[in-house]
């Protein structure tokens, strides 16, 4: 979605800003833009299209003078993708420069009013109006300029925000969308004040941040920044470090992000639960979660969105399984309106890579307010929904830059099964033996995950040169292997835009059936041990309509599926609760593969965005 980078210092502004919105294209975006302060004006250069565009206009930013400006990528949400369109947006009579994350939900009634008032709009965009605003206010005061004109303000904003008259401040203000600061005193970065909407825009020259609140505003200049609440009044913030490093944002030789993502897995997985298991337990009291505190609900609602939806569908099985707590899954952007019968007996669990789409932030306000304890499942440290979370699980995933998910899936599915089984433990739901062998399946998976990324590659590669070329593909599974088929299809659609579809294995025969026809591809994760009959039989039921079938299925079952399949992954033997982990390795580089097959563009698919910070 939408990015944001905002510098003021010593250096040429251009160059940096430039090299800030590559390291935001990971979010999606159509045309980039920047502002700089440039001997009194504010020198504007637009393109609609890729960031090269941009850099082609302004020679890699070198042609652009003046040390403080900002930058954009936009995601179109209000008016097409057009120079015009594109951030940063001016005021009439350019004293004023704006970029913008959010919707401003009552921008028709503003550019209405200002209108009347002889303001002369030039684009199609919500944001114009909050530029044309703080100057309609402007009369020399732009600290007031700016709290007048986002306290009318509807919607959500994260604002960077550059004035004429005042050449080396930079303004932010946020509210329900990500807007961080840093400062450099000194060292390899000199003097310099950053803003940005991600951390991984200024990682190459600070790791400490500090977060934004809503209501909050940050005055930057070169020599530091001054941070005030909504009334105005001074404020001091904590600044948080940032422990990925900026290498961890790069390729490492890898030709896609989505590829070194998928193949960090094991060291990902090791980080999530190494820590946690001490002896024959599982110890969540990083997160706060204390034996006690599985005596304080009763129930749990799962809120998510995408991949971390699908991640709590396998987090239901495994709670209601392993802990016997009754468990609901939950699309967040459902929950928020879907007035819900939850209370203080309930847990609210919201899961997300990010820590900042929206839906699951609204879907955690609303759990909130109806009295629910609030448990966050999260990679990002220090993001919007840790920080309104009573308790968070870091599933310590490091930066995920591809726009397709696939190590902060198998992490969050790392922090669901801990939760799971650190419930079971308390609540007696499972013996001591079982626990046992949990905790030696869990301490097992980091190798078996680096076993199937070496085994299962080449098969993967292989099946996917025979189907990259249909249009439509099928996923079936049952229990954990539904869970697993359900993110596996996600992912497939996401990257290579074959339609592909998910169903219960025993759902087919009521419906779908009647689409099988000679050729058509079925994909069947068969891993979850206890099914696995069932599903045979599922299987056998297409396979008779002239299916043809990528069974993906544990080493020791292989013989017993091998008949029915025209192609065959396998993964090496495990207790089938930790099956999904295993078979997302083979079905996310299946649909790497196919993507790369088609020549589509893997890390950023069309039409997504990484960060979904509107509703
Ligand atoms: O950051 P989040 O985990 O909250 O994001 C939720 C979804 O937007 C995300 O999982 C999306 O489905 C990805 N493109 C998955 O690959």
Same mark, same amino acid.
């Given at each position: 979605?939408?990015?944001?980078?905002?510098?003021?210092?010593?250096?040429?502004?251009?160059?940096?800003?430039?090299?800030?919105?590559?390291?935001?294209?990971?979010?999606?975006?159509?045309?980039?833009?920047?502002?700089?302060?440039?001997?009194?004006?504010?020198?504007?250069?637009?393109?609609?299209?890729?960031? %090269?565009?941009?850099?082609?206009?302004?020679?890699?930013?070198?042609?652009?003078?003046?040390?403080?400006?900002?930058?954009?990528?936009?995601?179109?949400?209000?008016?097409? $993708?057009?120079?015009?369109?594109?951030?940063?947006? *001016?005021?009439?009579?350019?004293?004023?420069?704006?970029?913008?994350?959010?919707?401003?939900?009552?921008?028709?009634?503003?550019?209405?009013?200002?209108?009347?008032?002889?303001?002369?709009?030039?684009?199609?965009?919500?944001?114009?109006?909050?530029?044309?605003?703080?100057?309609?206010?402007?009369?020399?005061? *732009?600290? #007031?300029?700016?709290?007048?004109?986002?306290?009318?303000?509807?919607?959500?904003?994260?604002?960077?925000?550059?004035?004429?008259?005042?050449?080396?401040?930079?303004?932010?203000?946020?509210?329900?969308?990500?807007?961080?600061? @840093?400062?450099?005193?000194?060292?390899?970065?000199?003097?310099?004040?950053?803003?940005?909407?991600?951390?991984?825009?200024?990682?190459?020259?600070?790791? +400490?941040?500090?977060?934004?609140?809503?209501?909050?505003?940050?005055?930057?200049?070169?020599?530091?920044? %001054?941070?005030?609440?909504?009334?105005?009044?001074?404020?001091?913030?904590?600044?948080?470090?940032?422990?990925?490093?900026?290498?961890?944002?790069?390729?490492?030789?890898?030709?896609?992000?989505?590829?070194?993502?998928?193949?960090?897995? $094991?060291?990902?997985?090791?980080?999530?639960?190494?820590?946690?298991?001490?002896?024959?337990?599982?110890?969540?009291? &990083?997160?706060?979660?204390?034996? +006690?505190?599985?005596?304080?609900?009763?129930?749990?609602?799962?809120?998510?969105? #995408?991949?971390?939806?699908?991640? #709590?569908?396998?987090?239901?099985?495994?709670?209601?399984?392993?802990?016997?707590?009754?468990?609901?899954?939950?699309?967040?952007?459902?929950?928020?309106?879907?007035?819900?019968?939850?209370?203080?007996?309930?847990?609210?669990?919201?899961?997300?890579?990010?820590?900042?789409?929206?839906?699951?932030?609204?879907?955690?306000?609303?759990?909130?307010?109806?009295?629910?304890?609030?448990?966050?499942?999260?990679?990002?440290?220090?993001?919007?929904?840790?920080?309104?979370?009573?308790?968070?699980?870091?599933?310590? @995933?490091?930066?995920?830059?591809?726009?397709?998910?696939?190590?902060?899936?198998?992490?969050?599915?790392?922090?669901?099964? *801990?939760?799971?089984?650190?419930?079971?433990?308390?609540?007696?739901?499972?013996?001591?033996?079982?626990?046992?062998?949990?905790?030696?399946?869990?301490?097992?998976?980091?190798?078996?995950?680096?076993?199937?990324?070496?085994?299962?590659?080449?098969?993967?590669?292989?099946?996917?040169?025979?189907?990259?070329?249909?249009?439509?593909?099928?996923?079936? #599974?049952?229990?954990? &292997?539904?869970?697993?088929?359900?993110?596996?299809?996600?992912?497939?659609?996401?990257?290579?835009?074959?339609?592909?579809?998910?169903?219960?294995?025993?759902?087919?025969?009521?419906?779908?059936?009647?689409?099988?026809?000679?050729?058509?591809?079925?994909?069947?994760?068969?891993?979850?041990?206890?099914?696995?009959?069932?599903?045979?039989?599922?299987?056998?039921?297409?396979?008779?309509?002239?299916?043809?079938?990528?069974?993906?299925?544990?080493?020791?079952?292989?013989?017993?599926?091998?008949?029915?399949?025209?192609?065959?992954?396998?993964?090496?033997?495990?207790?089938?609760?930790?099956?999904?982990?295993?078979?997302?390795?083979?079905?996310?580089?299946?649909?790497?593969?196919?993507?790369?097959?088609?020549?589509?563009?893997?890390?950023?698919?069309?039409?997504?965005?990484?960060?979904?910070?509107?509703?």
């Amino acid at each position: 979605m939408c990015g944001i980078v905002g510098y003021c210092g010593d250096e040429q502004a251009a160059p940096i800003l430039l090299r800030g919105l590559e390291r935001l294209e990971y979010r999606g975006y159509d045309s980039a833009g920047l502002c700089v302060e440039t001997d009194g004006k504010l020198v504007t250069i637009k393109a609609s299209g890729k960031l %090269k565009n941009l850099a082609a206009l302004t020679n890699d930013g070198k042609a652009i003078n003046g040390v403080c400006g900002i930058g954009h990528t936009r995601w179109a949400t209000h008016g097409i $993708p057009t120079d015009t369109n594109a951030h940063p947006h *001016l005021s009439d009579g350019e004293r004023i420069a704006v970029v913008h994350n959010g919707i401003i939900e009552n921008f028709r009634e503003l550019r209405a009013f200002l209108e009347n008032r002889g303001v002369t709009f030039r684009s199609d965009t919500d944001t114009e109006a909050a530029a044309q605003l703080i100057d309609y206010y402007y009369d020399g005061n *732009l600290i #007031g300029a700016v709290q007048k004109a986002v306290s009318q303000l509807e919607g959500s904003y994260a604002l960077g925000i550059i004035c004429r008259d005042f050449p080396d401040t930079l303004i932010a203000v946020k509210k329900s969308s990500p807007l961080i600061v @840093a400062h450099t005193g000194g060292g390899s970065a000199g003097y310099a004040s950053f803003l940005a909407s991600d951390v991984t825009a200024i990682l190459k020259y600070t790791r +400490d941040m500090t977060y934004l609140e809503d209501g909050d505003m940050a005055v930057l200049t070169r020599r530091g920044i %001054k941070f005030y609440d909504a009334y105005g009044q001074q404020i001091e913030k904590t600044v948080t470090r940032i422990d990925w490093d900026a290498d961890a944002a790069q390729k490492g030789g890898y030709a896609h992000f989505m590829l070194k993502e998928i193949y960090e897995q $094991p060291r990902v997985i090791r980080d999530t639960i190494s820590s946690r298991i001490n002896g024959m337990t599982v110890d969540l009291s &990083d997160a706060g979660i204390t034996p +006690d505190y599985f005596d304080s609900f009763d129930e749990i609602k799962i809120l998510a969105c #995408g991949t971390a939806y699908y991640a #709590g569908v396998a987090g239901k099985y495994w709670l209601e399984q392993l802990a016997r707590i009754p468990t609901e899954v939950i699309v967040a952007s459902e929950f928020r309106y879907a007035d819900p019968i939850i209370g203080k007996r309930t847990l609210a669990v919201i899961l997300s890579q990010s820590g900042e789409t929206a839906d699951s932030h609204e879907a955690l306000r609303e759990a909130k307010r109806l009295g629910a304890k609030s448990l966050g499942i999260i990679n990002v440290r220090g993001s919007a929904i840790t920080r309104e979370c009573d308790n968070t699980l870091y599933i310590n @995933a490091g930066p995920e830059i591809a726009v397709a998910s696939t190590k902060a899936y198998t992490a969050l599915l790392a922090g669901l099964y *801990l939760l799971a089984a650190a419930a079971g433990q308390k609540r007696g739901a499972i013996s001591p033996e079982r626990l046992s062998a949990i905790i030696g399946e869990l301490e097992s998976l980091p190798d078996k995950l680096e076993y199937s990324l070496k085994t299962c590659a080449e098969a993967a590669q292989y099946a996917a040169s025979q189907y990259f070329n249909h249009s439509s593909v099928f996923y079936i #599974g049952r229990n954990l &292997d539904y869970a697993a088929a359900l993110e596996a299809a996600h992912k497939l659609k996401e990257i290579s835009y074959i339609h592909a579809e998910t169903y219960a294995g025993g759902e087919l025969k009521h419906g779908t059936i009647s689409l099988i026809e000679p050729g058509t591809l079925i994909v069947a994760p068969a891993a979850y041990e206890p099914l696995t009959a069932k599903l045979r039989s599922n299987i056998d039921e297409v396979k008779a309509r002239g299916a043809e079938i990528l069974c993906v299925t544990q080493e020791h079952m292989a013989e017993n599926l091998k008949s029915v399949s025209d192609y065959m992954i396998t993964i090496p033997d495990c207790d089938a609760t930790i099956s999904p982990f295993l078979t997302a390795v083979p079905l996310q580089l299946f649909a790497y593969y196919a993507a790369l097959m088609r020549g589509e563009n893997i890390d950023q698919p069309r039409n997504l965005a990484k960060v979904v910070t509107v509703e």
